[in-house]
Structures are given as structure tokens and as C-alpha cells.
């Protein structure tokens, strides 16, 4: 059974720009949630998607957003890159409501 | 906030068994407690978890003392590859939500 699959594993971007990050979630799992892990704080909750309806968001800027398609796959979008926007972006899936989360190994953004 | 304490560090000799505390003195009655570890820049890895039961997987042991105010888990025979970042959390998988809420975690060096 295939795990979460993140991509890309890494990317490097410039300030000001924007990035999306894609997220295929176990099959069967419905619940797609996103993270942001960095240094100074973190694992950090960003917004938890299920049948395509955010149903929870972290508190994060709305440069922040994602979304979920019909097959459960999930992006996030960060626009207006900055510095302290480079950490460890992961992406959890679960079945809805079920105990455990499964990550993926994460996407690595550094801008500079 | 997280609602649980963890010690930042501990260590352990391979083969030793590693007992890692976790405090969470608000928990609700409701909510189960949850332990995931992290190696070194990959995702969380679900361990186990529990409501008022120990609990015992292939993984660990987790012993929940009567008044749900503390735990601990225990890797009966640590190796080398259980040098990680530990996460305690309490979770109510029922809420309609996945979110979890990371503390800053146990981080565990086991030496040979």
C-alpha cells in the first residue's frame, strides 16, 4: 500500500514569488491535513481538508491556502514568498474522524 | 497551545529500555493520548495510543496512570534507528477534526 507522496521534495524560490506544494494522500483517506515545521516553531497546524471542504485552518496569513480535488489529492499555495516562509511542509492523511495520521516525508522550501 | 509536557531530551543505551514521560494534567475525558516520533527531516510516525488502557504494539508500550493526568512510553529494547524526536499529544479522534497540536516533543539519543 503506497504511502503519502509529497512533491516536490525540495524547491528553492525567491521572495515574492509563489509556490504549490501537492499532496496524494493514502487511498481510501478522505482527510488531508497540512503542517509547517520550522526551527523555531515547530510543528505548526496550517488547514485540514476533507471531501474537498476546509474544514479547520491554523492560524497562518491568507498568503496561505489550499485545496482538495474529487480523487482526495490536496495542494497548498503560499504566494508572496518570504524568508521565514522556508521550513518543512508536511501533509498527513487519515481516514475522517480515525485515529491515526500518516505523514509524507515532507517538502523542504527554502527562500531566498 | 499543546496541552501536554515533555522533557526536552533524554537518553538511553541500546538495548535498554527507553521510558519516555509525558504530562497532560487538562486532559478531557474524552480525548485519547497519542504518541508519534520523528527521525531526523522525515514525517511523523504514528506509535500508538490509548484512552485509560495500557496499550501494547509491536512498537512500544504505552501505560496511562489511573487519573489520565500523565503516561509514558516505553521501547522495550531500544536501538540505534529509535534516536528521534518523540510527540506526546491528546486527541479526541471524534471531534470532526484530524488536527493535531505538536509540542517541542522528547528528543532521544540512544548510544551504542
Known amino acids: 500500500k503506497a504511502g503519502v507522496t509529497q512533491t516536490p521534495r525540495y524547491l528553492i524560490k525567491t521572495r515574492g514569488q509563489q509556490v504549490t506544494l501537492s499532496c496524494s494522500p493514502i487511498s481510501g483517506h478522505r482527510s488531508v491535513s497540512w503542517y509547517q515545521q520550522t526551527p523555531g516553531q515547530g510543528l505548526q497546524f496550517l488547514f485540514e481538508?476533507?471531501?474537498?471542504?476546509?474544514?479547520n485552518k491554523g492560524n497562518f496569513p491568507g498568503r496561505f491556502s489550499g485545496r482538495q480535488f474529487s480523487n482526495s489529492r490536496s495542494e497548498m499555495n503560499v504566494s508572496t514568498l518570504e524568508l521565514g516562509d522556508s521550513a518543512l511542509y508536511l501533509c498527513?492523511?487519515?481516514?475522517?474522524?480515525?485515529?491515526?495520521?500518516?505523514f509524507g516525508q515532507g517538502t523542504r522550501l527554502t527562500v531566498v | 497551545d499543546a496541552k501536554t509536557t515533555q522533557p526536552p531530551s533524554m537518553d538511553c543505551a541500546e538495548g535498554r529500555a527507553a521510558n519516555l514521560p509525558c504530562n497532560h494534567s487538562t486532559i478531557s475525558g474524552n480525548e485519547y493520548v497519542y504518541w508519534y516520533r520523528q527521525i531526523h527531516s522525515q514525517g511523523p510516525q504514528y506509535i500508538i495510543h490509548?484512552?485509560?488502557n495500557n496499550e501494547t504494539n509491536e512498537m512500544a508500550s504505552l501505560i496511562i496512570t489511573e487519573d489520565r493526568k500523565s503516561s509514558t512510553l516505553i521501547l522495550p529494547h531500544a536501538t540505534l534507528r529509535d534516536t528521534a524526536v518523540y510527540y506526546c499529544i491528546v486527541h479526541f479522534p471524534l471531534k470532526g477534526t484530524d488536527k493535531l497540536i505538536f509540542g517541542t516533543g522528547t528528543r532521544l539519543q540512544v548510544f551504542p
Open positions: 490509548g484512552l485509560k
Open positions: 481538508y476533507f471531501s474537498e471542504t476546509q474544514r
Open positions: 498527513a492523511s487519515s481516514f475522517p474522524d480515525r485515529t491515526e495520521a500518516f
